[in-house]
């Protein structure tokens, strides 16, 4: 299975955007997936959870500094994982990360979102 990051960009402060992880094999028995983010000179932080609850549903838990910004969701019937992420900051600068736990853990290569002031 990989997972392949992409909606990473250039946008100004207060902008939006999108980030999709699409993985190429099934991840729907994947129990967690995440959205991890790597500033420069920092070390690799959690950024948001979703954790499957039954059919369809999912748990989502975020850090503080996103909280009521970002949105993590999944699709299952398309193996897509989203990251909604609104009203942005420069210290939202970034490297995302997708993360799946799968039979072991798997991440994807990585996309670059730059916001500027």
């Known amino acids: 299975v990989q997972l392949v990051e992409s909606g990473g960009g250039l946008v100004q402060a207060g902008g939006s955007l999108r980030l999709s992880c699409v993985a190429s094999?099934?991840?729907?028995?994947?129990?967690?997936m995440a959205w991890y983010r790597q500033a420069p000179g920092k070390e690799r932080e959690l950024v948001a959870t979703?954790?499957?609850?039954?059919?369809?549903?999912?748990?989502?838990n975020y850090v503080d500094s996103v909280k009521g910004r970002f949105t993590i969701s999944r699709d299952n019937a398309k193996n897509t994982m989203y990251l909604q992420m609104n009203s942005l900051k420069p210290e939202d600068t970034a490297v995302y990360y997708c993360?799946?736990?799968?039979?072991?853990?798997?991440w994807g290569q990585g996309t670059q979102v730059t916001v500027s002031s």
């Open positions: 993360y799946g736990l799968g039979p072991r853990p798997y």
């Open positions: 094999g099934n991840t729907f028995r994947w129990n967690v």
């Open positions: 979703i954790i499957s609850v039954g059919s369809g549903g999912g748990r989502t």
